[in-house]
């Protein structure tokens, strides 16, 4: 392998350190970058075949001095017409393939690379970085000089196409803030976009490269040297094995702080480009002047008037004695009228903007909730706001939550634009209930316990009353915000974990709750936090549910009794056995009494891809009556012809059918984490529940309901409940006075089927 330079630079412990693999400096750091820059300058200088009229030029990360440990070389070999330059191209390029290093390169003259730059913005943006190392100044000085007077000249019109790249881009990449594994060059927030941002500020758009932008670079820069590090090769995902390693190699305090850092610094630059984007839109489309010369300025709210499309103070705001309301009126008005706010404007109110004082104002409560009530315009708002510190002071509160990372797969969103957009998920249903401003603000502060250590919901209820305290909320209503926050989780989790035709959980759901207002706020409050969550967190049959348990607990509040079980379907409990009903989302079967049908049921029913969400088993007139609601495992629903032979021969006995299953079930077993079985004695009427906390898989309620049943233990009933890779699922045990002999005997059992 060719030979790189011994220049070193020193690493995260002040020891030199040099890449294994090229040779080059290691290290994190401004410093450390620049070394890897002029060990590849000096490298590339030494094996350069000098010839008149040729230049090497370096753009991308050696073009910036930005070297990652591990990143790509991005080479132009610039000629001015010179024969024999593909020779000359191939005794370059060879010599650093040789070396290892990764290459992108073209050999193009002066007018060649301005015309590609001309067709391709990507290309263009790239020739921005271009310096000049080695061979003829002069071909490079042109260059760069004629490419960047060139996108001055024309990147008005070429910001659209950009922009629009940079959308699909974001689109498959996702956004670096809220990703726990995202890539930190393609994600939006990411390296790239900062380039972007370079790109605008040197067409003299706007300053976009603010100090903050700078600074979240640098740290980006840093987060990426040190993850090459730690792996040992190029990556630009920050991936959750890595995570712990990077942050101590950057000196961090653990991986989660670090993953709070690199949402921070996304979030920074990923405002300053859509700043920066909306400055483009108002230069191309021209500065609105009245007759006097002057821009036109229409009030909005009061001390708020719009100027060129963004929001900016009154005269009389800022020469009188500032208020401390000023700063969430102005995120109302920008959130209810869609309009972003001036930086210059949140800057002052950062600097002039008076705390609130304890308990707040009616006019500031007042300007929260229209704030929280928004709608669309509620999260650009905010992110605003919360750029430019205006945040820490309504809600000290905020430091803690800000882009705290939620580890559950579920969640698509840091902890703190969570509560954002569970707000903006209530305000679809502030019609639906008696007290829409409580709504908000419950679904706003729904999880401000995460984080802390016990049950967030247990110990957010008092912070989150707290807070409605001193927002100036009456001590009746600051009460219900915390009743909300405790008891947010109550309905999804009785309605997919229990038996709702059982009296005992319709009467202790109706006793937690209390009143019909709070049932409605706590029914909209679960779809608002379901739909802020992410797809994974809903689905249609949970809606009915749900829908069915409010139904059953609204008519216990209002009558004072509890609705009686649906009595099983006629067409079940009559006719010749065995009788198989399959719908849309339900399959129902009659048979012989005999124990062990519903692991049958459900064996078939694995066989075929269908999940079980709910089953239910009793006995009517000698008969077995098992009913199960279903939903296909990948989307794709079986062939019902099939599914219901298959089911009619098991029930009948026939041991083949599931004697398919057993097979594809044992090579399933391998998969998931320890289980752990949960014991409730006093939630059901007339059973005892086993609680099984597992990984998902397929098979698993058969396996675990024929361990039940070669346990001796009769179910009733099974609620299963999915969060995201691992279940929750229910079993109503009709032995009431289970002893603890047996009791271990089947936890073993199920705990050996999982």
């Not at 706001?385 to 945040?391: A, F, M, V």
């Not at 008519?555 to 010749?576: C, F, K, M, S």
């Not at 006995?619 to 077995?624: L, Q, S």
Request: glycine share 8%.
């Amino acid at each position: 392998m060719t030979s790189l330079t011994t220049a070193t630079a020193p690493g995260g412990d002040g020891v030199p350190v040099v890449n294994e693999v090229t040779g080059l400096p290691g290290g994190v750091g401004a410093a450390a970058r620049a070394a890897r820059a002029d060990a590849l300058d000096a490298w590339l200088r030494r094996i350069f075949p000098a010839r008149p009229g040729v230049a090497l030029v370096a753009v991308g990360g050696l073009g910036r001095r930005q070297c990652a440990p591990y990143g790509d070389l991005d080479l132009v070999l610039l000629h001015a017409g010179v024969p024999g330059v593909d020779e000359l191209a191939a005794a370059l390029w060879y010599p650093i393939w040789d070396a290892g290093l990764r290459l992108d390169h073209s050999v193009r003259t002066v007018a060649e690379a301005l015309s590609v730059a001309q067709d391709d913005v990507k290309v263009a943006l790239g020739l921005l970085d271009a310096r000049h190392v080695a061979g003829d100044p002069a071909l490079t000085e042109q260059l760069a000089r004629t490419a960047t007077d060139h996108w001055r000249r024309t990147a008005i019109r070429q910001l659209p196409g950009l922009r629009e790249i940079t959308a699909a881009r974001w689109e498959a990449h996702g956004e670096l803030a809220f990703l726990l594994e995202g890539d930190l060059k393609e994600a939006a927030g990411g390296l790239r976009d900062v380039g972007i941002l370079r790109a605008i500020a040197t067409a003299g758009v706007t300053d976009a490269l603010r100090p903050a932008v700078h600074a979240a670079h640098r740290r980006l820069l840093d987060t990426r040297d040190a993850l090459h590090q730690q792996v040992g090769r190029r990556v630009d995902r920050l991936v959750a094995q890595e995570r712990d390693g990077v942050a101590k190699l950057l000196g961090v305090d653990g991986g989660d702080a670090l993953l709070r850092l690199t949402a921070g610094d996304a979030r920074t630059v990923r405002h300053a480009l859509d700043d920066a984007w909306r400055a483009a839109d108002r230069l191309r489309s021209g500065r609105q002047r009245a007759a006097s010369g002057r821009p036109v300025r229409r009030p909005v709210a009061r001390d708020v008037v719009e100027q060129d499309g963004e929001l900016v103070l009154a005269r009389t705001a800022i020469g009188a004695r500032p208020d401390p309301c000023l700063s969430l009126r102005v995120a109302a008005a920008a959130a209810t009228t869609r309009l972003p706010i001036a930086r210059a404007t949140c800057e002052w109110l950062a600097a002039y903007c008076p705390p609130l004082p304890a308990p707040w104002p009616p006019a500031a409560r007042a300007a929260l909730i229209t704030l929280l009530g928004a709608g669309p315009g509620l999260v650009p708002a905010w992110e605003t706001c919360d750029r430019y510190g205006l945040i820490d002071g309504w809600l000290p509160e905020w430091t803690r939550m800000r882009s705290l990372p939620q580890h559950n797969p579920v969640h698509r969103f840091t902890l703190d634009r969570h509560l954002v957009q569970t707000a903006y998920e209530a305000s679809r249903h502030t019609r639906e209930v008696e007290r829409p401003d409580l709504l908000l603000l419950g679904a706003f502060l729904h999880d401000i316990g995460k984080g802390l250590p016990g049950d967030h919901s247990t110990v957010g209820a008092p912070l989150a009353e707290a807070v409605a305290t001193r927002i100036g909320l009456p001590p009746a209503e600051a009460a219900l915000i915390g009743t909300l926050v405790r008891l947010h989780l109550l309905l999804p989790e009785v309605a997919t974990r229990r038996d709702l035709s059982d009296p005992k959980t319709i009467a202790g759901v109706a006793g937690l709750v209390g009143d019909p207002g709070t049932l409605e706020l706590l029914h909209a409050l679960v779809r608002a936090d379901a739909a802020a969550t992410g797809p994974a967190a809903w689905s249609g049959w949970k809606g009915r549910l749900i829908a069915d348990l409010v139904a059953r607990v609204r008519t216990t509040l209002d009558t004072g009794e509890v609705p009686a079980p649906p009595a099983p379907d006629p067409a079940l409990v009559a006719g010749p056995l065995p009788v198989v009903h399959l719908g849309e989302d339900r399959v129902s079967v009659a048979a012989a009494d005999r124990r062990g049908l519903l692991a049958t049921v459900a064996g078939c029913l694995a066989l075929h891809r269908l999940e079980v969400i709910s089953a239910d088993a009793a006995t009517v007139d000698g008969r077995a009556l098992v009913e199960c609601r279903v939903q296909p495992r990948y989307g794709l629903a079986p062939d019902p012809i099939a599914l219901s032979a298959d089911l009619r021969r098991a029930v009948a006995g026939d041991v083949s059918v599931t004697q398919r299953l057993r097979g594809r079930a044992l090579a399933a077993r391998s998969r998931g984490a320890a289980p752990r079985v949960v014991w409730h004695r006093e939630a059901a009427t007339d059973a005892v529940l086993l609680e099984l906390r597992a990984a998902d898989a397929a098979g698993l309620l058969y396996r675990v309901t024929c361990a039940l049943d070669e346990a001796g233990a009769q179910v009733r009933a099974a609620r299963i409940a999915t969060l995201g890779g691992d279940v929750v699922d229910t079993f109503y045990l009709v032995d009431t006075d289970l002893p603890d002999e047996h009791r271990a005997v089947v936890e073993a059992a199920v705990l050996a089927a999982v």
